[in-house]
T-cell receptor, first 112, second 118 residues
Framework: DSGVTQTPKHLITATGQRVTLRCSPR?????VYWYQQSLDQGLQFLIH???????AKGNILERFSAQQFPDLHSELNLSSLELGDSALYFC???????????FGPGTRLTVL | AQTVTQSQPEMSVQEAETVTLSCTYD???????LFWYKQPPSRQMILVIR??????QNATENRFSVNFQKAAKSFSLKISDSQLGDAAMYFC???????????????FGKGTKLSVIP
C-alpha cells in the first residue's frame, strides 16, 4: 500500500458524459501527478500540481481538466467522453517537487 | 523530448533462473534518473529500482540489479533467482534531474511482460 488513494476504483459511463476522478496523496505530499495508461498510448503524463498550483501539462486533452484543493487532494475531470478515453488513470504523489513518486491503485474508466 | 524504448514486448524465464530486461533511452540531458517499475495483475505500479545518472555504480535491490551504460544510453534490469511473484509488466522510466518548470514527470517505455514458468 503506497498511501495514495484513488476513488472510484472502477467507473463505467457512456459517451458524451462527464466524470470526476479523485486522488488523495500520501500525508504531507505536496505534489500530485496524473497519468493515463491505455492500450494505444501506454503510460502518459497528463498534468502535475504542486501545493495547489498547476506546474506542467503533458498530453492532456482540452476536454480534461484538473485541480488540487487546499487539503491537497486532487480531482481530474473528464468531459464529453469518447470511447478512446477508456483507460486506467493513475495519480502519483511526492513530498516535494523532485522526490520519488508513489502511485495510487488507479481508476479504471470504461466508456461505452 | 526524452524517449524510452523497451524492445522486448514479452519475455519468459524459468523459476529460479535469471532474466534481463532491456531499456534504451534518448536524451540530451547529462543528469537524470532512471527507474524500473513493476505492474502485477493488480495494476498497482511498484517501484523496483532507481538509478541516478551521475552515479557510476549500478543500483541493486536484493534480487534486482541494473546495468547502466550512460554512453550507450542503456539501462537493463536483471532479475536473479526469478520467483512466480515476479510475473508482471515491467516499465522503464526516465525523469529529468533539473526542471525549469519545477515538474518532474516520468516518461515511460511501452513495457515488457514477464512470465515466470514454474
Amino acid at each position: 500500500d503506497s498511501g495514495v488513494t484513488q476513488t472510484p476504483k472502477h467507473l463505467i459511463t457512456a459517451t458524451g458524459q462527464r466524470v470526476t476522478l479523485r486522488c488523495s496523496p500520501r500525508s504531507g505530499d505536496l505534489s500530485v501527478y496524473w497519468y493515463q495508461q491505455s492500450l494505444d498510448q501506454g503510460l502518459q503524463f497528463l498534468i502535475h500540481y504542486y501545493n495547489g498550483e498547476e506546474r506542467a501539462k503533458g498530453n492532456i486533452l482540452e476536454r480534461f481538466s484538473a485541480q488540487q484543493f487546499p487539503d491537497l487532494h486532487s480531482e481530474l475531470n473528464l468531459s464529453s467522453l469518447e470511447l478512446g478515453d477508456s483507460a486506467l488513470y493513475f495519480c502519483a504523489s511526492s513530498t516535494r517537487l523532485y522526490n520519488e513518486q508513489f502511485f495510487g491503485p488507479g481508476t479504471r474508466l470504461t466508456v461505452l | 523530448a526524452q524517449t524510452v524504448t523497451q524492445s522486448q514486448p514479452e519475455m519468459s524465464v524459468q523459476e529460479a533462473e535469471t532474466v534481463t530486461l532491456s531499456c534504451t533511452y534518448d536524451t540530451s540531458e547529462s543528469d537524470y534518473y532512471l527507474f524500473w517499475y513493476k505492474q502485477p495483475p493488480s495494476r498497482q505500479m511498484i517501484l523496483v529500482i532507481r538509478q541516478e545518472a551521475y552515479k557510476q555504480q549500478n543500483a541493486t535491490e536484493n534480487r534486482f540489479s541494473v546495468n547502466f551504460q550512460k554512453a550507450a544510453k542503456s539501462f537493463s534490469l536483471k532479475i536473479s533467482d526469478s520467483q512466480l511473484g515476479d510475473a508482471a509488466m515491467y516499465f522503464c522510466a526516465y525523469r529529468s534531474a533539473y526542471s525549469g518548470a519545477g515538474s518532474y514527470q516520468l516518461t515511460f517505455g511501452k513495457g515488457t511482460k514477464l512470465s515466470v514458468i514454474p
